[in-house]
Nanobody, 126 residues
Framework: QVQLVESGGGLVQAGGSLRLSCAAS?????????MGWSRQAPGKEREFVAI????????HYADSVKGRFTISKDAAKNTLYLQMNSLKPEDTALYFC??????????????????WGQGTPVTVSA
C-alpha cells in the first residue's frame, strides 16, 4: 500500500516562501507515473495546484499559482516538492500530496488521484 507523508507546512507572512515535501513509500517505483499537489481552504472544495510527470518531468500548474510555485521531484528518494514563493493570504489551505492521476481535466489539471497523503497546513498572514 502506498503511503504519502507531507511536511514543511507552517505559518508565514504574505510575500514569504515555504517548501513542502512529500515522501512516498510502500509502492513500486515503476508504478509511479505522476505526482501532484492539491489544496483545500477552509470551507472550500479541494482544488488542483500542480502536477509533474514522473517519466518526462513535464509540469502543469493552476493559473492561481503559476509563476509563484514550482513542483519538482527527486526520483531516487521517491520525494516530491513544492516550492512556494510570493505567498498570499489566499494560499492558506491544507496542502495534499497525491500519486497517479486518474481523472484529468481539459487543461491538464488533475481532479482525482489513486493515493493521497494526510495533508500539511499552510497559513499565510496578511
Amino acid at each position: 500500500q502506498v503511503q504519502l507523508v507531507e511536511s514543511g507546512g507552517g505559518l508565514v507572512q504574505a510575500g514569504g516562501s515555504l517548501r513542502l515535501s512529500c515522501a512516498a513509500s510502500g509502492g513500486r517505483t515503476s508504478s509511479t507515473y505522476a505526482m501532484g499537489w492539491s489544496r483545500q481552504a477552509p470551507g472550500k472544495e479541494r482544488e488542483f495546484v500542480a502536477i509533474i510527470s514522473w517519466i518526462s518531468d513535464s509540469t502543469h500548474y493552476a493559473d492561481s499559482v503559476k509563476g509563484r510555485f514550482t513542483i519538482s521531484k527527486d526520483a531516487a528518494k521517491n520525494t516530491l516538492y513544492l516550492q512556494m514563493n510570493s505567498l498570499k493570504p489566499e494560499d492558506t489551505a491544507l496542502y495534499f500530496c497525491a500519486q497517479n492521476c486518474r481523472s484529468y481535466g481539459l487543461r491538464g489539471e488533475c481532479f482525482e488521484y489513486d493515493y493521497w497523503g494526510q495533508g500539511t497546513p499552510v497559513t499565510v498572514s496578511a
